[in-house]
């Protein structure tokens, strides 16, 4: 009988150990979303019990904050936090170790609570009961380990997060070379550096990231991808490597190949501005008119000082010939950015479908004067032309 009463009481306390964990994992999840809302004062995702899956899942709206329930006991996945992301090494470091604070935040005060404290046996069961979810939520995320997301890219446990960024802390000096002649936007000289490190065999893993981010700037994308190959054969891959390739088969506008490296990223990096952006640029030369507003439109709630989103939403607004959303779209994007020769072709076409000839041959006329490449641009200004001698 006894052996039967130690076997049910141990399985009730990891039944109650396992559902509390529900409850200490939004704290866990809290420590990291609070200090990346003060850093990014961007909206910011909370998944419990899943890797980034909102399918069934329970929904709760906090200012900022979105969080998404998912309660399965059986198949519990601890949970995750995905927000827009930070340039400083030191907010990303108070980032990914505020979960595992917030975690000993419960654990450390009611040990002392227990140990000092005379309570009652519910009491002090259920206490214990959440020292001990705090404290396996404590050591599992802080144990270097990686796992597959919903969408097949990796997710880094807070550990190998920290590890990874501690990394970049304490770069070598070629590194740190080559990372100031690409802020000097000095991308051949760049290419170069890391050119000669190359020639002595493997390079660091950071080091190959911005060998290809200057070979993009520079546009030799066929390169950058033959070097994207090469760091596979070495390192493991991140998302930010999978949004690298997404960005260099952007350029050569093979956009169902982007989108299919952009969406690996979108599990952990679904807030990302500029990740939703092109996301949805890729969607719109594809000719998916929904998910591209909807990606574009999800860009523009996040970061409304990008301008590519606007116009872009812009020109989607314009193909479904929704002639008023695309003005307010494109008109706000050129107000910003009166140069750019695309915003002022796509408005011209925007004019002449509504029978505003002048300002499509205006349109038309300064597009070609800032040497937009866009197919068409010539005929449609010379039609316009001969329309207005009419």
Known sequence: MEYIFGFLLTGLAIFSIMLVRSITTIFHEFGHAIPALLFTNKPVNIYIGSYGDTYKTKKFKLGKFTLYFKFNLFDWKIGMCSHEQVQSLRQRIIIIIGGPFASLLIAIPLSIWLLNYSMPDW??????????????DFF??????????LYGTEILSDGNQLLITLSLMHSSDDYKKILKLIKEKSFKQAISESEDINANGKLE??????????????????LALTKYQEKKAYYKLVESDYFLVGTIYLKLKN??????????????????????SQMGLCHMELGNHEFALRDL????????NLLEPYANRGIVYFRLKQYHQAFHNLKFALENDPENGKIHYYLGQCYEDTHALQEAYDHYLKADKLNCQEHGLAYRMEM????LER
């Not at 893993?205 to 066929?222: T, W």
């Open 123 to 136: 009491m002090y069961y259920l206490t214990c009961i959440f020292i001990m979810g705090a404290v396996i």
């Open 140 to 149: 599992v995320n802080i144990v270097p380990y990686r796992v597959n997301s």
């Open 205 to 222: 893993s950071g080091i190959y990231d911005l060998y290809i981010h200057a070979l993009i700037e520079d546009g030799q994308f066929d």
């Open 255 to 276: 956009y169902k190949e982007a989108l299919k490296y952009f969406e690996h990223c979108f599990a952990t990096n679904g807030l990302d501005a500029s990740l939703l």
């Open 297 to 304: 439109s999800a860009s523009i709630s996040n970061n409304p």
């Open 384 to 387: 316009v032309r001969l329309d």
